[in-house]
């Protein structure tokens, strides 16, 4: 059984996929899987589902669209996983690594217990691999998404950093730079991922185009803000420049 909202809402009974009705009431689903375990007031969905101007009918048809969940858990047989109401509060009682949301908090928090490299990585990737899309995709725009998952975003970049930085330490270089070389495109202003990809370009024998890769972000970074790159990233740069032996991967960290 699993709850899906890292993109589209939706809830699978082994390789079923459950029909969950309207928009709202997958919204709603959405909400409640978010705060599993977690008694969410009906004044809460409402001011979710209507955040301009709710109609006079608003908690009457919350309470519809929970009920009409309830009837599809309950028909499907999802065992483990609970709609609850509580005088004006309503609960989803399942295991929260039902919900992929939660498994993928979960699992990055297991890679950073790792102390090997290859377990790590693995961690992370299949931690990634739940992104199907934006965060309750179908379901809610992009700025009621922001406030209901705030901070989601960042943690998977930074998830995708570390997994790339493991990765490189294992030595696959080669491999990565083309997933670098689009991720630095899609978010030029991060400069993790920048020194990655110069350190991946460095490593498979391409000095010139990681000296290409920190100039663009130096130009852009310039561009938009009026400051120079970060300490680490210039550093980097001299180090490339001068060959330093200490940055072979077996003698280096990937810079943060």
């Not at 809830?11 to 977690?38: C, E, H, S, T, Y």
């Not at 934006?134 to 960042?154: S, Y």
């Not at 998830?159 to 899609?186: D, F």
């Not at 400051?227 to 420049?241: H, N, P, S, V, Y």
Request: charged share 30%; net charge neutral.
């Amino acid at each position: 059984m699993e709850i899906r909202l890292l993109g589209a809402v939706e809830f699978w009974v082994g390789d079923r996929q459950l029909d969950l009705g309207p928009r709202k009431q997958r919204l709603a689903l959405g909400i409640l899987a978010l705060n599993v375990n977690k008694y969410t007031p009906v004044s809460r969905l409402v001011d979710l589902t209507w955040p301009d101007s709710p109609p006079r009918t608003a908690e009457h048809a919350i309470h519809v669209r929970i009920s009409a969940l309830r009837a599809v858990l309950t028909g499907a047989r999802a065992d483990g996983v609970e709609l609850i109401t509580r005088g004006s509060t309503y609960i989803l009682r399942a295991d929260p690594l039902c919900v992929d949301i939660h498994r993928f908090r979960a699992l990055v928090a297991s890679a950073r217990a790792e102390a090997l490299d290859l377990d790590k990585a693995a961690l992370l990737r299949r931690a990634l691999d739940l992104w199907r899309g934006a965060p309750l995709a179908d379901v809610a725009t992009p700025e009621m998404a922001d406030q209901l998952c705030r901070g989601l975003e960042e943690a998977r970049l930074a998830a995708i950093e570390e997994c790339l930085e493991v990765e490189l330490r294992i030595g696959r270089h080669h491999e990565l730079i083309s997933e670098l070389t689009e991720l630095v495109a899609e978010n030029p202003f991060r400069q993790r991922l920048t020194a990655t990809l110069m350190l991946a370009l460095y490593r498979a024998g391409r000095t010139p185009d990681a000296l290409r890769a920190y100039q663009l972000a130096r130009r852009r970074i310039i561009s938009e803000f009026g400051i120079d790159t970060g300490r680490e990233l210039r550093q980097l740069e001299k180090a490339i420049l001068r060959t330093d032996p200490a940055l072979d991967p077996s003698t280096m960290p990937t810079p943060r």
